[in-house]
């Protein structure tokens, strides 16, 4: 899948346990807008009951060569539906209950044409969690500008 945005909030707050890959309903439009890149996922989320599943608040500004009358009453961050399988779906409503995750939405992208949205099995990090990683990954880039220093001298 070609990422055309990153929820890199979601990597950042949540530990993902499992991924998916979903279509997304859209219009016309919303597709041309997505695949210029025109679409935001900060603050989206994934709400799963059994039998459907629907994207919210993810943003899609109208595609700027759109018609502006088709675009009457046109709302940025309506709900748009995933297309699962009945399968993934309850498989996704099985485990959120069994662990007690969320399901948050990590990329949208292109896929043979197709717009895909990746969806995760997400739970919460604490706050102690997130200060290690912060911690660890500047400790990662420490020793490796040491290293670039260090060559870089003989």
Do not use: C, M, Y
């Given at each position: 899948m070609k990422v055309i945005s990153k929820n890199k909030k979601a990597f950042f707050d949540y530990e993902i346990i499992e991924?998916?890959?979903?279509?997304?309903?859209?219009?016309?439009?919303e597709v041309k807008s997505i695949?210029?890149?025109?679409?935001?996922?900060?603050?989206?989320y994934v709400f799963v009951k059994p039998g459907e599943a629907i994207l919210r608040n993810a943003i899609v500004p109208p595609w700027t060569h759109a018609?502006?009358?088709?675009l009457a009453g046109y709302e940025?961050?309506?709900?748009?539906?995933?297309?699962?399988?009945?399968?993934?779906?309850?498989?996704i409503v099985g485990k959120r209950k069994e662990i007690r995750a969320i399901v948050v939405p990590l990329a949208i992208g292109t896929e043979k044409n197709l717009v895909k949205?990746?969806?995760g099995l997400a739970r919460p990090l604490r706050k102690y969690d997130k200060k290690?990683?912060?911690?660890e990954r500047d400790e990662k880039l420490a020793v490796q500008r040491k290293k670039k220093t260090v060559e870089t001298r003989w």
């Open positions: 991924k998916f890959v979903a279509g997304v309903v859209l219009q016309g439009h695949k210029a890149g025109h679409v935001s996922l900060d603050g989206a018609n502006r009358t088709s940025p961050a309506r709900d748009r539906g995933l297309l699962l399988t009945k399968k993934q779906i309850n498989l949205l990746e969806i290690n990683r912060r911690k």
